[in-house]
């Protein structure tokens, strides 16, 4: 792990362009739990059940549970040092821009000026009807669904199983990943694409790729050059504090 650090650190300290990949582990040590935390939550409510964009459509005052109980979480919860550590290297011009597939404005509420909302961001509503958006007010949502002014229900500003991937995220990320020369997986499992195509591109096209997580994923075993295990808020703080020594 000492000289995966070392190594990642001088690949940073040497890279041009330098982004990062985030998922749910990203932001569990800000009290978030990730699909497969022991937490309850997406026990209770299956992603399959209360995540895709059918199950919206077909009864979404029982979807707004969850997205009541989400949104709650998400106004109570604050950066932790792992998005603090990137939100420092974007201030010192070492960190481009963060590709983050969470929906929990973490990244942007700890600093980041770039961030890629890869799958939305649950803190704004969207309408499926007259697309309108707007912020969301935890309040409204209390005992009701919010409807918008067209008369619709409105929905979490979030990319649900079986909907797109917003444009300008597909192609601002798909150009920053053949123009990197490193990036930075913090926290995803690999298994959500086509976010988890991102890494595969950058090496295809030179990058070199430093992973934080917990477990192995197939990107540890097929593309990772240096493996950071352990948790986000650990290893994000101590690869920031070596890439400083490093000069
Ligand atoms: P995932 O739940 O499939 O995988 C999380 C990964 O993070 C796992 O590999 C796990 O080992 C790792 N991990 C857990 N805690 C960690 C920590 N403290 N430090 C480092 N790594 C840690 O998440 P995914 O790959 O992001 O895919 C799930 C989808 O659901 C994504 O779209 C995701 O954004 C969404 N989601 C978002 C949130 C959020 O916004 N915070 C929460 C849950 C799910």
């Known amino acids: 792990m000492k000289r995966a650090l070392a190594e990642a650190a001088a690949k940073l300290r040497d890279a041009e362009k330098v982004i990062v990949l985030s998922g749910a582990g990203a932001s569990v040590e800000s009290g978030i739990p990730d699909f497969r935390s022991a937490g309850g939550l997406w026990a209770r409510f299956p992603p399959e059940e209360y995540a895709t964009i059918e199950g919206f459509r077909a009864d979404p005052r029982k979807v707004w549970n969850l997205w009541r109980e989400l949104g709650a979480m998400m106004e109570d919860v604050r ?43 649950a803190r704004r509503l969207q309408c499926l009807q007259c697309h309108a958006r707007r912020p969301l007010v935890i309040a409204e949502i209390q005992d009701s669904v919010p409807e918008c002014q067209c008369g619709a229900v409105m929905k979490p500003d979030v990319v649900l199983f079986g909907e797109n991937i917003p444009r300008h995220a597909l192609f601002e990320s798909e150009i920053l990943a053949h123009a ?22 950058a090496k295809e096209n030179g990058a070199y790729v430093i992973e ?7 990107f540890t075993r097929t593309i990772t050059d240096a493996y950071l295990e352990g948790p986000a808020g650990t290893t994000l703080p101590e690869l920031a504090a070596a890439l400083a020594n490093a000069g």
């Open 79 to 121: 950066p932790n040092p792992g998005h603090l550590a990137l939100a420092d290297l974007e201030r010192q011009g070492r960190l481009e821009a963060v590709i983050t597939q969470n929906i929990d404005n973490l990244h942007q509420e700890a600093g980041n000026a770039k961030v890629i909302e890869y799958h939305g961001n």
């Open 212 to 218: 934080c997580n917990l477990e192995a994923t197939d």
């Open 180 to 201: 990197c020369d490193a990036i930075i997986i913090v926290g995803t499992s690999a298994q959500v694409f086509p976010a988890a195509g991102i890494p595969y591109t």
